[in-house]
Structures are given as C-alpha cells and as structure tokens.
C-alpha cells in the first residue's frame, strides 16, 4: 500500500493512507543501514501486519520532491509562513531568514499575519508594502475572529503546506480551526516577555481533505542562516533580481560596490529598506562565520 507519513516519534512512523486510516509502522533496518531517516511528509510504500490493531512496516520511501531541515519534514508544496501583526510584533528579521531559507529550499512561501483585530489598516498596508514588493503572496487573518480563514482554506487546497513561524503566533490555534480533530494544545503569550510558550512539541501533519495536509511546527525564536557563502545569499532575496542588470560589475554582492542597481532601487524607494537591511546584516553575519 501506499501512504504518506504524518508523524513519527520514538521509532515509530504513523502512516496515513491518504483515506480514511492511519497505520502505526516501523522503519526496516535496511534504512539506517544506509544511512536514510525517514521523515515526516514522505510519500512511502508499506506492508499491513495486522489490519485490525493498524499495524504496518514502511518497505520503501519514494522520491522525495524536496525537504527542509528544519522543521524535518518532506514533500512540501508551500510554506504558510505566520507572524503575529501584534502581541508579539513581528521580528521581520526572523521573517526575512524564514523567507532565505524557504528559497533556498525552493519552498514557495507565503506570508500570513495573524491578529488583525488588534491592528488597523495602516499596520497592514506597512506589512504588504513590504512583502508584496518582494515578490510574496501577502494575507490577514484574525484566527480568534475567523476572519480570513476561509481564505487560507482555498489557499492550502490539494497541497501540503507547512505552517512556520515563532511560538505564540497562532499557528495551533489557526490550525485546530482548519482541522478541530488536530485538538492541538495552545498557549498563550507570557506577560514577562512577550514571547510565546513552545507549544508544539514535535512536526506532524494534519489530514485536511483528499489530497489537503497541513503541517504545524515547533515555533522558532531564532534562525542560523549559515550553511552558505556569504556571495550566495542575493540569489534568495527575489526582489533584487530584476535590477541586477543594471550593476557595473558581474557578481555585485550589492553592498559596497559602486553604480549598484540594488542600491539605486533602494535609494528610489522600489526595494524596502527593512528588507535590504536585514540583508546585510545577514551577509555580514555570513561573512564572519566563514572568517571562523
């Protein structure tokens, strides 16, 4: 049979059949004897022991389209990257290295911000401004109002999504919404420091409809973008690439070089200046990490 692996934990791999049943399955060796980890997302072929306790062994992963490091997971059409627009206001420089590292995956990504009950427009149109110029899918939701979930329904149809982002977003919330059965512990945000209470202990993906999962993760507070050389990291900020064209030089890294499209788009207002700032910090980030 054929199935797609939609958690995995202390050496066993719960197997959905993409129906109506999920099977409890073990790894064959032959897979840590060649060094394979099967990972949540997979698509596989497994064998049913004992269809009345929903037991199984997984024989085979099939061709993996892509996978993440982290969160561990594969076979991701899109990822549902989730901010809060409030409460705790959104670390775009968080958000902008969940953006590199969905590129870089060629994970195509869109953006959410959640708490718009606590916001007004002019917050919102700040966010899209931003976002919208770089080339991503911008949307607003208001988990605990409804608002806007019937959208993020159309938009996850037929796919696998993963939802990301830092703890104490909403993203247990939006996905118990989309999913009442996932019954997924939520947490609020600690006064103290505005952080969220990792709630989500583990990825695993929610069967939503034929062909529909959703992946909640465990939240991040931080993100290391450092398995790249520092000149690589323009190619993941998409919004540079139409100007690159009109750089003086062949591989302007758009920082200190001279008649710099990037930098005359910047000055004219055509690229955000949160963005391009959080690139080079990021660059400079990458660029002492290698001098280590």
Not at 169 to 182: C, D, F, M, R
């Amino acid at each position: 049979m054929t199935g797609k692996i939609i958690k995995g934990i202390a050496g066993f791999y719960y197997v959905h059949n993409g129906r109506d049943r999920v099977y409890q399955c073990r790894a064959k060796g032959v897979f840590r004897n060649r060094k394979i980890k099967p990972l949540v997302g997979d698509d596989v072929l497994f064998s049913v022991l004992d269809e009345a306790e929903g037991e199984g062994n997984i024989e085979e992963i099939l061709p993996r389209r892509n996978a993440l490091i982290r969160p561990e997971v594969a076979n991701v059409d899109q990822a549902l990257v989730l901010f809060a627009i409030q409460d705790p206001e959104p670390n775009f420089n968080l958000l902008d290295r969940f953006l590199v590292m969905m590129e870089r995956a060629g994970v195509p990504a869109v953006l959410c911000f959640n708490k718009i009950d606590l916001c007004g427009e002019e917050r919102m149109e700040a966010c899209r401004k931003i976002y919208e110029a770089a080339g991503y899918p911008v949307t607003f939701i208001s988990a605990r109002e409804h608002m806007g979930v019937p959208d993020i329904q159309e938009l996850i149809h037929g796919k696998t999504t993963v939802l990301a982002g830092p703890s104490g977003v909403g993203k247990s919330s939006l996905t118990n919404i989309i999913q009442p059965e996932a019954a997924m512990e939520t947490g609020g945000i600690s006064e103290k420091i505005k952080r969220g209470k990792h709630t989500t202990r583990h990825s695993q993906l929610f069967y939503v409809e034929e062909d529909t999962y959703l992946m909640d993760t465990p939240g991040f507070s931080s993100m290391y973008v450092n398995d790249m050389k520092p000149e690589e990291l323009k190619d993941y900020f998409p919004e540079f690439s139409s100007y690159e064209q009109q750089c003086r030089f062949n591989g302007c890294v758009h920082i200190g070089e001279p008649d710099c499209g990037v930098k005359t788009a910047l000055e004219r207002g055509e690229i955000s200046e949160s963005r391009y700032g959080n690139y080079r910090l990021l660059y400079q980030e990458l660029k002492e990490k290698r001098r280590y």
